[in-house]
């Protein structure tokens, strides 16, 4: 028997009736978004916390690594696994334990997908107050561990504005059971947050109290042209600033990305407003999907002269409010274009945003005159994704070139590298190279202090070495 037969033989003993998957397993399944998330030599799926701490107490006994894994929906290389590597999958744990309408919780399991709790907490008028373009694939614990962002943080924060308390278990396989389920508590440290947007390196979420929100009764969506991101804000600041409605969405695509998506989508031209600068999708949440439409066309008609805007669309019907929303969240057509482009995820300061684009465009041209990147994000908070248009991997030094472009200065500026996508294991060199050194140093003081073997996830976000 090979050691890694005793290995599996080791796992279902101690896990019971929890999935067990070997190698051979792991290369017949779907990985996800990263071929790298099944290259391990096992994955256990067990079935509820005492599961994942038998686990995970195994691991650190016998001195094996630990990848912890939610929807394998991650971009940075979070849950990327090496052949000596055993994965804890939380596919198992997806329950929504309950709802408390009138304090405005729920209580999940970490393998939970996000869009199972919005459908759950809609049931009360309720929603988690967060949302993805892979709602029906990312978990909870995923979203947790990366300090998910999404379309709604701007107006409600990113996953740590809306963690109320957290099950996790340690390196060592000791339980860490903060379940708080209210806002006030001044109970001492805060240690939640050791394990918020950590990647799983600290600690494995298990269960999560999440803070819910009132959910409009119904929304209305426009496209809107403009020549720039400094108008796009106007308008929005604008539907921040009106009652009895809520901005529930304000996405940001210039002209390349927008034209570049229509042609893959078959959108007809025409039908979308597609010849601005600039395009900004707006949301508007209220009682009705009249109300909601009334006070989107009569706000952009009082800030039209202005803002600047060019041309606007508000959808009249469910289906081209589908086709609005594809234009901006069916971002994988970027990928079917190009092959694997270098693609980029950073947070700008709403005052440096178009000085920022025409400097990276100025940059990325500087390396390579053809080099003509896609540009969209969330305006609300600042958050740009870049693809370049180009088939990757390039070369490493490239790479590098194009993330001075990038990232020199943001920091500075009171903006971020990394945005929402974590630091994973493919930006920990620009981690270490544009994050705070000082930064740098506690974090990996306190990943020696609670994970001393290098159980959990090692290798992602800070390197151990002195």
Request: proline share 4%; aromatic share 4%.
């Amino acid at each position: 028997m090979t050691d890694e037969d005793k290995l599996l033989v080791e796992m279902r003993k101690i896990l019971g009736d929890a999935v067990v998957w070997d190698r051979a397993e792991l290369s017949r399944r779907d990985p996800g978004v990263d071929s790298r998330n099944f290259t391990a030599a096992a994955l256990v799926r067990p079935n509820d916390t005492a599961g994942v701490a038998a686990l995970v107490a195994y691991c650190a006994a016998n001195g094996l690594e630990l990848v912890p894994q939610g929807g394998r929906t991650g971009l940075a290389g979070g849950a990327a696994t090496t052949p000596s590597q055993v994965i804890c999958d939380l596919g198992a744990m997806n329950s929504v334990e309950e709802i408390d309408a009138f304090a405005r919780v729920a209580v999940v399991q970490a393998g939970t997908p996000l869009a199972v709790l919005q459908e759950a907490a809609l049931v009360e008028g309720l929603d988690p107050g967060i949302d993805l373009a892979s709602r029906g694939t990312c978990t909870i614990g995923g979203m947790v561990s990366t300090n998910a962002g999404g379309i709604m943080a701007f107006r409600n924060g990113t996953m740590r504005n809306r963690v109320l308390g957290l099950e996790v278990v340690l390196p060592d396989g000791r339980v860490f059971s903060d379940l708080t389920r209210v806002m006030k508590t001044s109970a001492g440290y805060d240690l939640k947050h050791l394990f918020i947007g950590t990647e799983g390196t600290l600690g494995i979420v298990t269960r999560v109290a999440v803070k819910l929100n009132p959910v409009a009764a119904a929304g209305a969506t426009a496209l809107v042209g403009v020549p720039d991101a400094a108008s796009a804000q106007r308008i929005v600041r604008h539907f921040l600033g009106r009652t009895g409605i809520s901005l529930r969405a304000a996405e940001i695509m210039w002209h390349r990305f927008a034209l570049a998506m229509s042609r893959m989508l078959g959108i007809e031209p025409g039908q979308l407003p597609l010849d601005a600068s600039c395009l900004l999708l707006l949301e508007l949440g209220a009682d009705d999907l009249g109300a909601a439409t009334t006070a989107l066309e009569d706000g952009l008609a009082a800030i039209w002269e202005e803002a600047g805007i060019l041309d606007g669309l508000v959808a009249t019907s469910n289906q081209q409010a589908r086709t609005i929303w594809r234009l901006r969240e069916e971002t994988e057509q970027i990928e079917r274009m190009h092959k694997d482009p270098p693609s980029f995820d950073v947070s700008v300061p709403g005052d440096e945003i178009d000085s920022y684009v025409a400097r990276l465009e100025a940059g990325l041209k500087a390396i390579d005159p053809a080099y003509a990147p896609y540009v969209f994000g969330h305006l609300g908070d600042g958050n740009l994704h870049i693809s370049i248009n180009v088939d990757g991997p390039v070369s490493h030094e490239r790479h590098r070139a194009i993330e001075d472009v990038l990232y020199s200065g943001l920091r500075e500026c009171g903006g971020s590298f990394s945005a929402e996508h974590g630091v994973g294991l493919d930006k920990r060199d620009a981690y270490e190279r544009y994050a705070d050194p000082v930064k740098q140093e506690l974090a990996r003081a306190i990943k020696t202090l609670l994970d001393p073997g290098g159980t959990l996830n090692p290798g992602k976000i800070v390197s151990t070495r002195s």
